[in-house]
């Protein structure tokens, strides 16, 4: 089992609609998660960082985590054919928390 | 700030070159990572510096990869021999020691796409 997993799309919704993004892991000792978004040809850039269960806001976008289920999820309200990206959930490994192991995307596209 | 400055941002060689990828951090940071993205494997970490001191490199996939920090401005990752499975776009990026969520935050360069013929 990958540690880090996410389903890699594409996603397609239409602009103005919630894009939800998931992503599970397989480290229960895992305590803090990223969400990086790289458009493509582009180096990826961090959007959302979340380390407690429950909800965390940023404009339109949202990071849920689970720690029980091991799941953490992004969502983008009122989707922009600018958030068009490949969204990558990374997540430090335990033994070492500047390694960052990274999922290997979801593809969103936002329809016009 | 420039940001993560990374040369050359395409490289093309012949398989058996010895290719060097060269990374500048932002400065005042004091951790780097280099990483390699390919679509079958995704992002993997290749090894991460701290005060240009090598702190894990179980990410370096052959001998035939090397890595240096000279100094906390410069960086360079080296492939010699180069193979056609070495093409990929190579990242660097650098981050900041200090509270939680500044340490995890990495900042990455444009890459450098390595073609390897």
């Known amino acids: 089992q990958k540690e880090v997993e996410q389903n890699s799309g594409p996603l397609s919704v239409p602009e103005g609609a919630i894009a939800s993004l998931n992503c599970t892991y397989s480290?229960?000792?895992?305590?803090?998660f990223f969400w990086y978004r790289q458009y493509s040809g582009k180096s990826p850039e961090l959007i959302m960082f979340?380390?407690?269960?429950g909800d965390k806001e940023d404009g339109r976008f949202t990071a849920q985590l689970n720690k029980a289920s091991q799941y953490v999820s992004l969502l983008i309200r009122d989707s922009q054919p600018s958030d068009s990206a490949t969204y990558l959930c990374a997540v430090p490994n335990v033994d070492s928390s500047y390694k960052l192991i990274f999922g290997s995307g979801t593809r969103l596209l936002v329809r016009p | 700030d420039a940001g993560v400055i990374q040369s050359p941002r395409h490289e093309v060689t012949e398989m058996g070159q010895e290719v060097t990828l060269r990374c500048k951090p932002i400065s005042g940071h004091d951790y780097l990572f280099w990483y390699r993205q390919t679509m079958m494997r995704g992002l993997e970490l290749l090894i991460y510096?701290?005060?240009?001191?090598?702190?894990?490199d179980s990410g370096m996939p052959e001998d035939r990869f090397s890595a240096k920090m000279p100094n906390a401005s410069f960086s360079t990752l080296k492939i010699q021999p180069s193979e056609p499975r070495d093409s990929a776009v190579y990242f660097c990026?650098?981050?900041?020691?200090?509270?939680?969520?500044?340490?995890?935050?990495?900042?990455f360069g444009p890459g450098t796409r390595l073609t390897v013929l």
């Open positions: 480290d229960r000792g895992s305590q803090s």
């Open positions: 990026a650098s981050s900041l020691f200090g509270q939680r969520e500044v340490l995890d935050t990495q900042y």
């Open positions: 510096f701290n005060n240009n001191v090598p702190i894990d």
């Open positions: 979340i380390y407690s269960n």
